[in-house]
Nanobody, 120 residues
Framework: EVQLVESGGGLVQAGGSLRLSCAVS????????IGWFRQAPGKAREQVSCKSDSDGSTHYADSVKGRFTISVDNTKNAVYLQMNGLKPEDTAVYYC?????????????WGQGTQVTVSS
C-alpha cells in the first residue's frame, strides 16, 4: 500500500524558510517520480517541484526557481522541499505525490497535505 505523509508546514514571515517532509512507503523511487504540488485558496493545484530517477530530471516551477530545493533521502524513505525566501503568494496547502516514472505523468497517489502560511 502506497503511503505519503507530509509534515513541516506552519506560519512564517515573508523572507523566512521552511522545510517540508514527505515520509513515503509502498513504492520505489526507481519506478516512480515524486513531486510537490500546492493549492492556494480559490486557485488550481499546481506542480512546484518534481524529481525523477528514471530520466535523471529535476523540475521547478518558474515561480519558485532559485528559492526551493527538492531532495530525496533513500535511507530514510523521505523527500524534502526546502523553501527559502518565502513570499505571501507561496501560501497554500502543499502535497507530495508520485507519478509513474516521469514527472509529466499523472499523479497516482497523494499525501494529506500540510498548510504553509506566509505573512507579509
Amino acid at each position: 500500500e502506497v503511503q505519503l505523509v507530509e509534515s513541516g508546514g506552519g506560519l512564517v514571515q515573508a523572507g523566512g524558510s521552511l522545510r517540508l517532509s514527505c515520509a513515503v512507503s509502498g513504492f520505489s523511487f526507481d519506478d516512480y517520480a515524486i513531486g510537490w504540488f500546492r493549492q492556494a485558496p480559490g486557485k488550481a493545484r499546481e506542480q512546484v517541484s518534481c524529481k525523477s530517477d528514471s530520466d535523471g530530471s529535476t523540475h521547478y516551477a518558474d515561480s519558485v526557481k532559485g528559492r526551493f530545493t527538492i531532495s530525496v533521502d533513500n535511507t530514510k524513505n523521505a523527500v524534502y522541499l526546502q523553501m527559502n525566501g518565502l513570499k505571501p503568494e507561496d501560501t497554500a496547502v502543499y502535497y507530495c505525490a508520485i507519478m509513474k516514472f516521469y514527472c509529466s505523468a499523472y499523479p497516482r497517489s497523494w499525501g494529506q497535505g500540510t498548510q504553509v502560511t506566509v505573512s507579509s
